[in-house]
């Protein structure tokens, strides 16, 4: 596996950084505490040609690996953990997942739109009563002449109350399970859409998470993401790319406390010196180094793993390797932010200092996209064949 970065990663990582260490880091903690998206952000971030990072460029996007757009959300995550959330979301929950599924003419449709942030993009999974058990989502679309008509409630949606596109999925056999499960591209206009709550959180605030609900909304035919009945296809491979991708945000918050840590490190002054030149800060600096680069290896052989299989490779272990990346990764970067706190001391555990906004952030990890829970039972199973 060659994990070296081209010339055209190492410009995007400078690009982002830059953007980010400007444009986000000095109203990080204003985001966080106001619980509000920036005005004006989604056209910035528009602006450096990242809506649409993955999707082929004949769309609109930018045709990008999806080893790219882990570097953008490891650059975003390392500012602000909310708005690296809020894109990926956009840029790969919905705009890779329709670039990968959708029919040619719903991408003519839907996706010039996304990649220029004309529009936002949204997935739409969980329920209140299906998180982990997605199979048993509740949300029934009955098909009713070139239409269906579809009822339900989806809970915890990222970017829910301003997304324009929902990648939605719906039970259209209930009898069926995972058989019944069918995948939409739902456009927020249509009637009997609407935004029930925004929700109030701990961490990732900023990034809007919403309750949606679906009352007689009427969605055509032609939307129909895949084939009725066959969503759970959509919804598995989504699942493994969303795994891989979203274990970049965990790299750019263990990077940013370890950074934070190492400057408190050398300024704090104890018992007449840095904190940094006592062994046992030493040892807890050394330990988050090298579990952080352990987790980004880990990261990184995922992101290519995922894409080979996306490009039709044969014979990768994404499935437990996307499974794996998340679960250490969410660990790694909260281990990491909880010892960060730990060296900064009393100040740490103050709302002005950002290392408690990257342990508050990097607890979402390990429930978002799959809990831990799950991803073990996923790495089980693969390796057991059960
Ligand atoms: C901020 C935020 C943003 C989100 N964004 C989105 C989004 O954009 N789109 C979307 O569709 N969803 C989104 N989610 C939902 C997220 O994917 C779910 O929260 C997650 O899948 C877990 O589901 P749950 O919350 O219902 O927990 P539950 O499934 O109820 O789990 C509760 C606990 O039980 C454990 N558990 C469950 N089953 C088992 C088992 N078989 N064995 C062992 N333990 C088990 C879990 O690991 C967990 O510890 C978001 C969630 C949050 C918090």
Redesign the pocket.
Known sequence: MDYRFSEQHIMLRESIRGFAAKEIRPIAEEIDAEDAWPEGMWEKLAGLGIMGITVDEEYGGAGADLLSAVIVLEELSKASPAIA?SWG?HAN?CCNNLNHNASPDQKRKYLPPLCTAKHIG?????EPN?????VSIQTVAVRNGDHYVVNGT???????TVADTIVL?TKTDRAKGAKGITAFILDTAFPGFSVSKK?K?Y??RG?P?AELVLEDCRIPVENVLGEENRGIHVLMSGLDVERAFYAGESIGIAEACLELSLQYARERVQFGKPIGAFQLIQAKLADMYTQLEAGRALCYKAALLADQERKGGKGTEVHKLAAASILFNAEMAYRIADQAVQIHGGYGYMLEYPVQRFLRDAK?IE????????RR?IIARELLGV
């Open positions: 959330l979301a929950l949204a997935l739409g999974l969980t299906a998180g982990s058990d997605a989806k809970m915890f949606i990222t970017n829910g999925y929700l959180k961490g990732h990034s998470t979402l429930i978002g996209a799959g809990t831990s829970e799950i039972l």
